[in-house]
């Protein structure tokens, strides 16, 4: 098994270390070392069956092959942890793929993604590096997302839509068929994009209008 250390210890690092613990039921890959997280009222607690070991000083320490994966939302903080943590060439970044998400073999996903359960991703898709799609999403035909995008729950991205790197799309929101969004967007929780996205921002409504 690989040691495994996952990096954020809210809410979202334990759903990823569940979701490891689910990867585990169906083949043992994961031996789940704990959290890295750099808020020191945390490192040395327990957040459900797994300690905080320390900060990502502890992972830019480490001398021998290391897997983690970064289970943090914002997506701009995402990158920059990721970013720093590959000035150690003995890091690896896991991709985390929960047995109940539903994929082709037409879909490709960059490392250090996590897809979580009741996704579900159709043919002919290509998911970025460190991308979230996090619970009962759908990603239609021929879409490309980023790398670093988070995309929340219930989330529905219709097919050859491109989603830039960076994006944050909220939950239930909606991708119309074809839509591309630039780099670096958040889109509000229930929005529906119709129309492209050229100008970095935040866009809620229906449709979705920059705020």
Aim: hydrophobic share 45%.
């Amino acid at each position: 098994m690989k040691d495994l250390y996952i990096i954020g210890a809210g809410g979202f690092g334990r759903e990823a270390a569940w979701l490891a613990e689910r990867v585990n039921t169906v083949e043992p890959v994961w031996n789940i070392k704990g959290f890295i997280d750099d808020d020191r009222a945390l490192q040395g607690t327990l957040q459900g069956a797994y300690p905080v070991v320390g900060g990502c000083d502890v992972l830019l320490g480490m001398v021998q092959e290391t897997w983690a994966v970064c289970a943090i939302g914002c997506a701009g903080t995402r990158k920059k942890i990721v970013g720093k943590l590959e000035s150690n060439p003995r890091i690896r970044f896991a991709t985390l793929v929960d047995p109940e998400a539903v994929c082709s073999g037409r879909v490709s996903v960059g490392e250090g993604s996590i897809l979580c359960a009741g996704t579900i991703l159709t043919v002919n898709i290509s998911i970025g590096r460190h991308a979230i799609i996090n619970l009962g999403c759908t990603i239609g035909h021929d879409a490309k997302i980023g790398d670093f995008v988070t995309i929340y729950p219930g989330a529905n991205v219709s097919g050859q839509a491109v989603v830039g790197e960076r994006v944050e799309l909220g939950t239930g929101m909606q991708v119309l068929q074809g839509i591309h969004i630039c780099a670096g967007c958040i889109v509000g929780a229930g929005a529906v994009v119709v129309r492209d996205i050229t100008e970095e921002g935040t866009y809620v409504g229906v449709p979705a209008r920059r705020l």
